[in-house]
Nanobody, 119 residues
């Protein structure tokens, strides 16, 4: 029922920047935590960054100092600002959302957006 739609992926040169966004619908949904995962070809999906409802953040070591996650609760949107991109950042980036209900705590995933960093 809840849908996550990512945007902002594309092709950039090493050292460049990119901003990903993910919007959850319907707009009335109350999201606890949101984040970004990525999966490179032939690799396992891995956490990139998480942000809680209180806006506390968690980053993968590879993302610290380069990536910034933020959220706009009014828009039900999470962002990932990526700076100083490296070829090893190339992957499909997936938006993630965790929702807390009275009787369930489902996880939702977007369809992914491709980020390609050229050397």
């Amino acid at each position: 029922q809840v849908q996550l739609v990512e945007s902002g992926g594309g092709l950039v040169q090493a050292g460049g920047s990119l901003r990903l966004s993910c919007t959850a619908s319907p707009s009335s949904v109350s999201i606890n935590a949101m984040g970004w995962y990525r999966q490179a070809p032939g690799k396992q999906r891995e956490l990139v960054a998480l942000i809680s409802s209180e806006s506390s953040t968690t980053y993968a070591d590879s993302a610290k100092g380069r990536f910034t996650i933020s959220r706009d609760n009014a828009k039900n949107t999470v962002y990932l600002h990526m700076n100083n991109l490296k070829p090893e950042d190339t992957a499909v980036y997936y938006c993630y959302a965790h929702i807390t209900y009275q009787f369930s705590n489902p996880n939702y995933w977007g369809q992914g957006t491709q980020v390609t960093v050229s050397s």
